[in-house]
């Protein structure tokens, strides 16, 4: 059973920084790629991030370019999204995802996710 389980999500104030983790359990965690995603209330689930099984490569919505940064460590199972210089926009549900395919920007084809855990920063 493959489980990915969020975690580090809360209450930040504008400027500050977040860090999330997923931790991924039930499957070879080298043979998929990573994926962050985001829903705001009353919008779609969007994308934010995503990273190679190697951590060679990343993709960013431009939204988040030089402000979050995605990662991986392999031998922890362990998938990050560092998050720095907040901004009220990024207030939402952080999602992370698997998938084989690299780059996967639509959630739609992503293959497992985790529940979720909510980002919220304040003005």
């Known amino acids: 059973q493959v489980q990915l389980v969020e975690s580090g999500g809360g209450l930040v104030q504008t400027g500050g920084s977040l860090r999330l983790s997923c931790a991924a359990s039930?499957?070879?965690?080298?043979?998929?790629?990573m994926g962050w995603f985001r829903q705001a209330p009353g919008k779609e689930r969007e994308f934010v991030a995503t990273?190679?099984?190697?951590?060679?490569?990343?993709n960013y919505a431009d939204s988040v370019k030089g402000r979050f940064t995605i990662s991986r460590d392999n031998t922890k199972n362990t998938a990050y999204l560092q998050m720095n210089s907040l901004k009220p926009e990024d207030t939402a549900v952080y999602y992370c995802?698997?998938?084989?395919?690299?780059?996967?920007?639509?959630?739609?084809?992503?293959?497992?996710w985790g529940q979720g855990t909510q980002v919220t920063v304040s003005s």
């Open positions: 995802a698997a998938d084989a395919n690299f780059p996967v920007i639509i959630a739609d084809f992503y293959s497992y």
């Open positions: 039930g499957l070879t965690f080298t043979d998929y790629a």
């Open positions: 990273i190679s099984r190697s951590s060679g490569r990343t």
